[in-house]
């Protein structure tokens, strides 16, 4: 594993693309609900647009800091498996592998975004689709 480590800090406001109900338009142009998307939506969006490169990070670790309203998410990432540390809010929700949508707080995040979450727990693989101009790696 990889020593490198970056901390990025997501901003703590209100993501409105999270609201259940808020429409996403897959690479293939079909609109979904943000509260239907499934692993495979993921999936076949990237392998249909190639400027799409699916991300997986595996959580690690989690620091909740009371006083800043940040909780410290420390994932393993990419095939370097290098270490990046996210603060976000306890109700920003991320795509859980195979799964669905999880945060730290499930109810925080239902009050914000009326967005039904699981526990985001340790070893969860999280995924996102990020523009990519470098060589594309697809999970299985």
Known sequence: PSTFQQYISAPLNNHTHFHKGSLIQLASGQMKK????????????????????????????????????CVG????????????????????????????WSSISPSLSMARYSLSCSQLSLGD??????NSTHPRSIMP
């Open 73 to 100: 998410l420390t994932f393993r990432v990419g095939r370097e498996n290098h270490l990046v540390t996210v603060c976000a809010a306890e109700d920003h929700p991320f795509f859980v592998y195979g799964s669905s």
């Open 34 to 69: 943000v509260e239907d998307l499934e692993t495979q939506d993921f999936i076949s969006s990237a392998r249909s647009n190639q400027d799409l490169t699916l991300d997986h990070s595996t959580l690690v670790k989690i620091d909740k800091d009371e006083a800043s309203g």
């Open 125 to 130: 693989v999280c995924i996102s689709l990020t």
